[in-house]
């Protein structure tokens, strides 16, 4: 019996609640604020421009518009007082060379505009009604168009940044003296190593009169190869071969001197250490 009375108080305070008779006032929940209006800042092209508006040519408006080909590009459209309407481009035109150019398409012709200084006159190769004419007109310089989904269009002038000129700089080199063979050398890179027509080397500098390398008939600009059987690669490599050499009278030496090889004798001389030194160099 208890249990069925508390069921009824329940189902009481329920239909009380639903009716509003229990004296209680429920507020319906209140929708989220709505959020702020979304801008969306949209930057147009700048640069060059002539102020049309074009379109592709099929075969359908090739046809219409009298066109042997079909290329070029129609216009739609012409700014008023733009470098176009000054130049005498009239809407239904076709544009078929550009500065000599053939034009091909849309993307093709707004990118040679594009690419074109602003303020340099070009030449138009157009088709009215069919019939060729030549134009004659000055690109003009566009400024940044910034627009906004909620706002006014805002014309902000265009900033020209201007040509920074690096200054050339000294570069340092490393060259290597040895007065074991009487040459100053430096190690080729690939560059100067194909301009000498050779894979790796040493260049030889310059001879010290006198010296082992003169009385073999080194030159300065031979580029030295080969020291006995042994490749060379770096200054280091002819010091080292030719001080495990000592007990010989002569080393053969394979040198590239004008793109052609030659084999010159080395006197094998006791002489002191060798030294590196930085030398600057014009980049």
Known sequence: ???????????????????????????????????????????????????????????????????????????????????????????????????????????????????????????????????????????????????????????????EIPEINIPDVPRAVMSWRSSVAGIEAESLDSQLAEYFGVREGVLVRSVVRGSAAEKSGLRAGDVIVKVDDTRISNPREISTTIRANRSKQTLPVQVVRDKRELTLQLPVEDSASDTYHAMPKRK
């Open 1 to 159: 019996m208890k249990q069925v009375q508390k069921w009824a108080q329940t189902a009481g305070i329920a239909v009380a609640l639903a009716t509003g008779e229990a004296g209680w006032t429920f507020e319906p929940p209140q929708p989220p604020p709505p959020p702020p209006p979304e801008r969306v800042i949209i930057a147009k092209g700048s640069g060059s421009f002539l102020g049309i508006g074009v379109q592709e040519i099929d075969a359908d408006r090739a046809k219409a518009l009298n066109l042997r080909e079909e290329r070029g590009v129609e216009v739609t459209r012409v700014e008023d007082d733009s470098p176009a309407a000054k130049g005498g481009i009239k809407t239904g035109d076709v544009v078929l060379e550009y500065n000599g150019d053939r034009v091909e398409g849309v993307e093709q012709f707004m990118r040679m505009v594009r690419e074109t200084p602003p303020g340099r006159e070009v030449k138009l190769s157009i088709a009215r009604n069919g019939s060729p004419q030549q134009l004659t007109m000055k690109t003009g310089s566009r400024k940044t168009l910034m627009t906004s989904r909620y706002g006014d269009a805002v014309d902000i002038p265009r900033i």
